[in-house]
Structure formats: structure tokens, C-alpha cells
């Protein structure tokens, strides 16, 4: 039975054919290399006089060994005192580790993440996986020593975590928690900590409209939610139509009001500005509203067109939707969402 890894002699292209795609490319790869080498030698022999001038390189065959298959499982069981060179890594990676005295899996808890990824012929994905090991075992990789540094380092390791994790890790967290603990996209928490909000405590203090001034909307939407996840959001507690005017929440998001009583104001997401014309013009309530179109005076009222009537009608469900209309389908309300607000109170 021939042995896996026994060298084998290239001759002609028919031996380069008869390799596996995978052999084919290592086998090139050190195939340029040789060629390469025994160049430069051509030329030095020339150089120093023992081969004439108008010598031809001689290369008629080339012996590729195939280098033995290392061992590359990252599931078998490591543990704590693992010697780094046992570990399934580049060799010149381990070397470089060696050589930074880190000799066992517990010594890269001595390291932070940010300077493994500056060491010499250490990839990302090494470092990767090196995370998930020390994570297995309960360990970590060291705070960085500078404390900015340190904090995105946190905030990026909970960015990479599956969201029901990094839900997870939210719940709880205490107004004396840094933003970092939420695990926002950088430029969220780059946001934030330019508007001078370090803690939740002091994101949940803040106002609304203070933060729709200081954040942008997706960075505002992102807040606001990773705050919901914590157990207690903003303090102001917004109402879910204060929400959807700051651009945080998609009129998917709103409950359609269906009580008697409620403002013609709560209807903007749906009506649009009209809602407003009617308040002004007397027409308070949803009830009031329902009342005025079945006798057939909305278009008596100051501010409301055909275009407003019709559109106040497909709300009500008391005219269908023009081919081509943007109105939702009367008597069908929109589809919620799973971004929960709390009660119609608005507590969050």
C-alpha cells in the first residue's frame, strides 16, 4: 500500500494531471519555488566561472514531497495546561508565541486580544479560534492596558456574540454599567460617548429629543432597544407615537388605535398631517371622526381634500384602496412588530 505522504517525481505534465486539485496546487506552489532556487544556483555557478556562460539549467525532474498533513481539529478536548505547540496553529505562529513565553493554553489569558493580533504571522482567524478555546475553558483574553482601548475591546467581543446571547447579556445590567456593556456598533458607541454618556444611567436619564439631536436614527434605535433589553429603558418613557416621530420605531412597529376615544392626533402615522386639521377643526376623537365620515361632512371641514378624504376613508375602512394606492387595506391592521413598547401608556 503506498504511503500517504511519500515524495513523488514530476516529470512531465501528464504526472502533474494525475495529482488531486488540492496536491496540484501545493505541488505548483513548491514546483515555482525549486525552479526559482536552482535559477539563482545556474547563476551563481556562472558567476563564479564553473559553468560557461552559454550553460543550459538543467532541470529535467522534480521530487515534491508532500507535506504531512497537520492536525487541524479544533473539537477535540484542550485543557488549560495544553502546551501551545500541541495546539492545531501555524508552526511560525506558535513559535512567536514561544518566544513571548506563553507556553500553555492559560498563558494567553496574560495577552489581550488586540496585541496577539499584532504578534508576527498571527492571523485573525487563529486568534479566532484561539477566543472560542479560551472561552471553553473559562478564560479570556487580557484587558488591554489602555483603558479606551480596553473598553471597545469589551464592546466588540459582545458584538460578536449571537444576538439571543447578547440579549442575554443585557438583561440586568445596572445604571453604573458603562455603554460599552450593551454591545453597540462602534460608531453607536463612538456616538454616545461624544455626547458624554459613559454610563446607562446616564442614556436612560436623557431626554428624547436630546438624544434624536445627539445620536442619529439608526444609532437612536439601536439605544433605545438595547435599553429595553436591560430591563428599563429611557425615563422619560416615551409613547410609542413620540417614538415613531424621532424615526425610532417603523409605523410596522405601532399598534393601530382602535378605542372610541382615542386623539385623532395618535392617527399621523397612519392619516398623515390631516390629523392635525381635524383636531383643529373639532374633531377630537377616533368616535368623533367615525361619526363625521358616515355623514358624510369630512370634506366640510377646513384643511381636508378629496386626496385627505379618501385616505381618511380607507383608514376607516369605509372605502377600498384605489389600484396603485398606498392606503392599507380597510379593516386590516398593520402588522405589529416584535419591538415591544410596554402598555399604550407609553411605559417602557
Known amino acids: 500500500m503506498p504511503k500517504l505522504h511519500a515524495p513523488k517525481v514530476i516529470r512531465t505534465v501528464a504526472d502533474l494531471a494525475a495529482l488531486s486539485d488540492v496536491e496540484l496546487q501545493q505541488c505548483l506552489l513548491g514546483l515555482c519555488a525549486a525552479i526559482q532556487a536552482r535559477r539563482r544556483a545556474h547563476a551563481n555557478a556562472v558567476a563564479a566561472g564553473g559553468l560557461p556562460a552559454d ?3 538543467d532541470f529535467d525532474e522534480y521530487v515534491w514531497k508532500p507535506a504531512e498533513k497537520r492536525r487541524n481539529d479544533w473539537d477535540q478536548d484542550f485543557e488549560r495546561t495544553t502546551a501551545i505547540a500541541d495546539l492545531p496553529i501555524r508552526r511560525r505562529a506558535v513559535h512567536q508565541l514561544i ?3 506563553i507556553l500553555a493554553v492559560e498563558d494567553l489569558s496574560a495577552i489581550s486580544e488586540r496585541e496577539l493580533l499584532a ?3 498571527m492571523a485573525s482567524t487563529t486568534v479566532t479560534r484561539l477566543r472560542e478555546l479560551l472561552h471553553s475553558l473559562g478564560l479570556d483574553f487580557a484587558e488591554h492596558p489602555d483603558p479606551a482601548t480596553a473598553e471597545y475591546a469589551r464592546n466588540a467581543a ?3 456574540l449571537p444576538e439571543e446571547q447578547l440579549r442575554a447579556s443585557r438583561a440586568g445590567l445596572t445604571d453604573d454599567a458603562p455603554v460599552s456593556r450593551l454591545g453597540l456598533r462602534n460608531s453607536t458607541l463612538e456616538r454616545t460617548k461624544r455626547a458624554g454618556l459613559q454610563t446607562l444611567g446616564e442614556l436612560r436619564e436623557a431626554s428624547l429629543r436630546d438624544l434624536t439631536v445627539r445620536l442619529g436614527r439608526q444609532e437612536l434605535r439601536e439605544v433605545v432597544v438595547a435599553l429595553q433589553e436591560t430591563g428599563a429603558g429611557l425615563r422619560c418613557n416615551p409613547t410609542p407615537l ?3 416621530r424621532a424615526g425610532v420605531l417603523e409605523l410596522g412597529d405601532l399598534e393601530q388605535p382602535a378605542d372610541e376615544s382615542a386623539s385623532v392626533l395618535d392617527l399621523q402615522p397612519w392619516v398623515g398631517a390631516v390629523a392635525e386639521s381635524l383636531h383643529a377643526a373639532g374633531i377630537r376623537t377616533l368616535g368623533e371622526l367615525r361619526s363625521a365620515a358616515a355623514a358624510g361632512q369630512l370634506r366640510t371641514l377646513r ?3 378629496a386626496h385627505s378624504e379618501d385616505r381618511l376613508l380607507q383608514f376607516l375602512g369605509l372605502r377600498a384602496s384605489t389600484p396603485g394606492g398606498r392606503a392599507p ?3 386590516v391592521p398593520p402588522a405589529t412588530s416584535v419591538f ?3 402598555s399604550s401608556s407609553g411605559e417602557s
Open 329 to 331: 387595506a380597510p379593516g
Open 55 to 57: 550553460a543550459q539549467l
Open 242 to 244: 413620540e417614538l415613531w
Open 303 to 305: 384643511g381636508v381634500g
Open 119 to 121: 504578534v508576527k504571522d
Open 158 to 160: 459582545l458584538r460578536r
Open 340 to 342: 415591544t413598547l410596554g
Open 99 to 101: 518566544e513571548l513565553r
